[in-house]
């Protein structure tokens, strides 16, 4: 004769061990935070702040590694300070090597700049600076990183 209970027992045991075994692995996993040490540091042009843009941090696989992680982003303050996020504003940058890019601020042009035919704007302010350097490696702990803009070749 069966036994019921015991069934329904082995039953929930299974359940169980079936929801861990796919839980505990996306729990390990998570989205990608857990490796992250915070990031903060000084742009400059000339030895001056630079006055705006933005920085990516790009992590660099080793090996075979296939995604090495979420990339890191800072807008640049007015005094050329910046601090990176990856899933949030300022939480820091995956450990390991990363590429740093740059894109210039948005140029700033009145509404009789931008209606005047004859109006000729200048370059936008860093248009073709680059990060020197332009590879740099996040250690676990507090990292302060600064970065130079300089023109391609220089």
């Not at 039953?11 to 903060?40: D, E, I, M, S, T």
């Not at 899933?87 to 042009?109: C, E, K």
């Not at 000729?120 to 990292?143: D, Q, R």
């Amino acid at each position: 004769m069966t036994n019921s209970r015991g069934i329904i027992d082995r039953w929930w045991v299974l359940r169980k061990a079936l929801l861990l075994c796919l839980v505990f692995p996306v729990g390990l996993v998570g989205c990608g935070g857990g490796n992250l040490a915070p990031v903060k540091g000084k742009v400059t042009v000339s030895g001056e702040p630079a006055k705006g843009g933005s920085l990516i941090f790009s992590p660099l696989g080793s090996g075979e590694e296939a995604s090495p992680g979420k990339p890191a982003s800072a807008e640049i303050q007015s005094d050329g300070t910046y601090t990176l996020g990856t899933n949030r504003p300022s939480d820091g940058a995956h450990v390991g090597r990363h590429r740093i890019g740059f894109t210039p601020p948005p140029q700033q042009l009145t509404d009789a700049q931008r209606t005047d035919p004859k109006y000729k704007a200048p370059p936008p302010l860093y248009m073709g600076m680059v990060p020197k350097p332009n590879e740099t490696e996040v250690k676990p702990g507090s990292n302060t990183i600064d970065i130079e803009l300089v023109f391609p070749g220089k």
